[in-house]
């Protein structure tokens, strides 16, 4: 299908689901401690480092992993870093809503700034609810063993 306005460009020319930053550090991340060989205690910078990513801002997102009881943390000598259980054990769709508040009661509306389901649904809501549904549910079909051992991609 032709997108109007946009120099002959079509619908599968566009992106429409996209992570945020927070969550493809998480998964990048951890992604890097699973592929660890041994479960010894991992630098944030060693991790951003090998993952391509901000050192800070994996920081922060492995603070609240560890706070979501995903990864460990140990300060000093020999500290950093690991993951609180066997990464056979820890689901993609885990890590994602460790890293995101969920929002009781509505989601945030795509097209305003309100909650869905707050007073009134907007007009895409039924369609955003299940788009979601799908993409969790495709995240929880996936360790991060899986992700882990799998290459050609990064």
């Not at 002959?8 to 689901?17: H, I, S, V």
């Not at 205690?41 to 922060?60: N, Q």
């Not at 305003?112 to 007073?119: E, K, P, Q, T």
Request: charge should be positive.
């Amino acid at each position: 299908m032709k997108i109007s306005g946009n120099s002959g460009k079509t619908e599968a020319d566009f992106r429409y689901l996209y992570l945020s930053p927070a969550s493809r550090q998480a998964l990048l991340g951890m992604r890097i401690l699973a592929q660890a060989k041994t479960s010894a205690f991992r630098l944030v910078g060693e991790c951003a480092r090998r993952a391509g990513l901000p050192g800070g801002a994996l920081a922060k997102v492995f603070q609240r992993l560890a706070g979501r009881g995903l990864l460990l943390s140990q300060r000093g000598p020999g500290g950093g870093y690991a993951l609180a259980r066997p990464a056979s054990q820890i689901l993609l769709a885990d890590i994602l809503r460790a890293v995101h508040d969920i929002v009781p009661g509505g989601h945030p509306c795509l097209l305003g700034n309100h909650l869905c389901g707050d007073r009134e649904f907007c007009p895409v809501h039924k369609v955003i609810i299940e788009a979601d549904r799908l993409v969790i549910t495709g995240f929880a079909a996936v360790t991060l063993e899986d992700f882990a051992k799998s290459e050609g991609w990064t």
